[in-house]
């Protein structure tokens, strides 16, 4: 079991450009969600997926964000026209259906 | 909106006393109560989870809950230096629209003094 991995761990960017995430959970977990962190905050929740299925997404995920899950597999978090309030720790955990969720390491983003 | 409170920190014990950390919730129909641990920089780690009213201990941390006062606690016993962490305490919504998402606090911070 190699635990939930995440690329990149750090992303610098300027304004305005898009940014991809990508995270790759637990190979038997079939639910993958998507949470943002923020200084001195605890975790905020922007989406999930059960299988390639994107059940649910948080009125914090604006439509400059969009993620997919396409095979069931690996997900990625895409971020366009980056603006500064979108650096924050972006954390992917996974879990069994009824099973605890695991977080990833994140991948830290800093728009200048 | 689903509300998790934490006691405000930091929080600060000397080696081998119990620090305590309380923690409440808003969703009375919640089911699933979970303790994280984590470091700075770094992601949350699992340290408990609870489902039943009363205590769990797994070594020196002992998770409390109290449906009824809809009141989450930890206590870890003997604290270390290594203990030094913020701890985020998580609800899962097991119902409705949002089932299967974790709602945090803002985390306490906890300092272990040599």
């Known amino acids: 079991d190699t635990g939930v991995s995440q690329n990149p761990r750090h992303k610098i960017t300027k304004r305005g450009q898009n940014v991809t995430f990508r995270c790759d959970p637990i190979?038997?977990?079939?639910?993958l969600y998507w949470y943002r962190q923020t200084l001195g905050q605890g975790p905020e929740f922007l989406t999930y997926f059960q299988n390639e299925a994107q059940l649910e997404k948080s009125r914090l995920l604006s439509d400059r964000f969009s993620a997919e899950r396409p095979k069931g597999s690996f997900s990625t978090l895409e971020i366009q026209r980056t603006e500064q309030g979108d650096s924050a720790m972006y954390l992917c955990?996974?879990?069994?259906?009824?099973?605890?969720?695991?977080f990833g390491p994140g991948t830290r983003l800093t728009v200048l | 909106q689903k509300e998790v409170e934490q006691n405000s920190g930091p929080l600060s014990v000397p080696e081998g006393a119990i620090a305590s950390l309380n923690c409440t919730y808003s969703d009375r129909g919640s089911q699933s109560f979970f303790w994280y641990r984590q470091y700075s920089g770094k992601s949350p780690e699992l340290i408990m989870s609870i489902y039943s009213n009363g205590d769990k201990e797994d070594g020196r941390f002992t998770a409390q809950l109290n449906k009824a006062s809809q009141y989450v606690s930890l206590l870890i016993r003997d604290s270390q230096p290594s203990d030094s962490a913020t701890y985020l305490c998580a609800v899962k919504a097991d119902r409705g629209s949002t089932l299967g998402r974790l709602y945090f606090g803002r985390g306490t911070q906890l300092t272990v003094w040599p």
């Open positions: 955990a996974s879990s069994s259906p009824v099973d605890t969720q695991y």
């Open positions: 190979s038997e977990h079939n639910r």
